[in-house]
């Protein structure tokens, strides 16, 4: 089941002043799901989304898969056969530094989708790819223990696990 919730990322920085968020910006939303939240699972796909098809074939409940590729702009991490992958699979969403295509299908799954962009390229698949323990995307770290919390304002990371 997509882990749904109504909350507001400036809410939950003024519920919770005490914890440290981290927020970015320059990210647009492509999936169905605009509230959707999930610890993270942190990966880097080096031109490559071998790994994030492999990845979401696992049980996804509660989770975010963040996918590092700041270099890649010609090609998508994400499509509308992985996403459907992802959605089967309890995945609550994606949070992509980088592009993803298929836009016309991804707005119509019930799943998150966040991501710098859109382009029409598909990866070539050749098993790159790593797990990580942390990514930083302009200056946000974001590691395997790390909650992501995202709605249409952007998205927030907290060490903990918001109770709300």
């Not at 990845?55 to 590092?68: A, H, T």
Request: hydrophobic fraction near 40%; glycine fraction near 8%; charge should be neutral.
């Amino acid at each position: 089941m997509i882990k749904k919730a109504e909350f507001s990322t400036c809410d939950l920085k003024d519920q919770f002043p005490k914890n440290t968020f981290q927020s970015l910006e320059n990210f647009s939303s492509y999936g169905g799901t605009k509230n959707f939240f999930g610890q993270a699972v942190v990966i880097s796909c080096p031109d490559d989304n071998s790994l994030v098809k492999e990845i979401v074939r696992e049980d996804g409940s509660d989770k975010i898969l963040v996918v590092d590729s700041p270099s890649v702009n010609h090609a998508a991490m994400l499509g509308d056969e992985i996403a459907l992958s992802a959605l089967v699979n309890n995945w609550s969403g994606f949070l992509i530094n980088g592009f993803v295509r298929d836009r016309k299908h991804l707005v119509n799954m019930e799943i998150g989708i966040l991501a710098r962009g859109t382009t029409t390229s598909k990866t070539v698949k050749q098993g790159f790819g790593n797990k990580n323990k942390v990514a930083i995307f302009a200056g946000v770290i974001i590691s395997n223990d790390s909650w992501i919390y995202v709605d249409e304002n952007g998205f927030l990371v907290s060490q903990d696990k918001l109770k709300f």
